[in-house]
């Protein structure tokens, strides 16, 4: 009966491991923008453990509840949200992306935002590979365009994964421009940041590369740029992942680069409704419904080895 009882109790043991390692690589999935530093960040010279935040790597809410920045410009205006990079219009910087579950790679912009994250102006387009599908560095270039005003303001990630849910991805640091315009109206003129999967109506297809509606000027020193060249659209020409619309059936320019659907339906695109089925589970259902899952299999086999 002793033996018996180990035996149970040792492959209860290896199961609580294996539950464990699983349920870790859930909580540990996606990637984070890890330079600049993001507000709330663990390597963000303001960070303060009582405010951190340690599911970065999450996607924003499919509600868009905590668009932008997933919430964390709340802390602007107060030491959490102190600016932690000094750019020069100009001048060339880097944008690295930290973690191993790249998704595909997939698409992302770097927007810069002058009013506390209500506009964002996109400085540069990575369409395709973005993060690198084959791993490793994940580093990136970026420029501050030359009319890049002065003063602080926000620097946006997003990113559009290529394989997975439906998911946006933001993170944002505070940043400092030093040399720009001081004018009273400050603007930075060029494309507005592409926004979907958060609640707004518009969402992208999954298994390609998003090819944004306005990505910026293209060409040498331009925005738009790619890990490698890559890029998998998996639609026939033309090959955009369509934006959809809600209910309604009509999305607003502002969620298409300034176009609406009868635009992009004239430019042979698939511009509907999105089905109901389509919504993705937040991460923290999923994470709940994977944890019950290993909680009732260590349970069960618990059980039968007594």
């Known amino acids: ?92 910087y880097d944008l690295k992306i930290d973690g191993s579950a790249v998704h595909g790679g997939g698409s992302c912009q770097a927007s810069l935002s002058y009013d506390q994250g209500t506009t964002w102006t996109v400085i540069k387009s990575w369409i395709g590979n973005c993060p690198k ?21 926000i620097f946006g990630w997003t990113w559009f994964n290529e394989i997975g849910n439906r998911e946006m991805y933001m993170n944002c640091a505070v940043v400092t421009i030093k040399g720009g315009s001081t004018r009273v109206k400050r603007a930075l003129a060029g494309p507005q940041m592409f926004v979907a999967n958060v609640g707004n109506g518009c969402s992208v297809a999954e298994g390609t590369d998003v090819e944004f509606p306005d990505p910026g000027t293209e060409g040498p020193g331009g925005s738009v740029g790619s890990g490698d060249g890559t890029l998998n659209t998996g639609l026939p020409s033309p090959s955009m992942p369509y934006p959809t619309a809600g209910s309604g059936g009509t999305i607003s320019e502002s969620e298409t680069g300034g176009r609406g659907c009868d635009y992009w339906r004239s430019q042979g695109y698939i511009c509907s409704a999105a089905p109901a089925s389509s919504k993705p589970l937040s991460t923290a259902v999923r994470k709940l419904l994977f944890s019950s899952l290993f909680m009732g299999i260590i349970l069960v086999h618990g059980l039968s080895a007594f």
């Open 1 to 92: 009966m002793f033996h018996l009882a180990a035996r149970g109790g040792i492959a209860v043991i290896r199961l609580w491991f294996l539950a464990a390692a699983l349920f870790s690589l859930l909580t540990a999935a996606h990637m984070v923008m890890s330079e600049p530093p993001p507000i709330n960040y663990k390597t963000n010279p303001h960070y303060t453990e009582s405010k951190g935040d340690f599911d970065y790597t999450s996607p924003l809410s499919p509600s868009g509840a905590n668009f932008p920045c997933k919430g964390h410009l709340k802390d602007l205006n107060t030491p959490e949200g102190g600016s932690v990079r000094d750019y020069s219009p100009g001048g060339e």
């Open 133 to 153: 599908a084959s791993g490793g560095g994940q580093n990136f270039k970026f420029k501050i365009p030359s009319d890049a005003p002065g003063g602080e303001c």
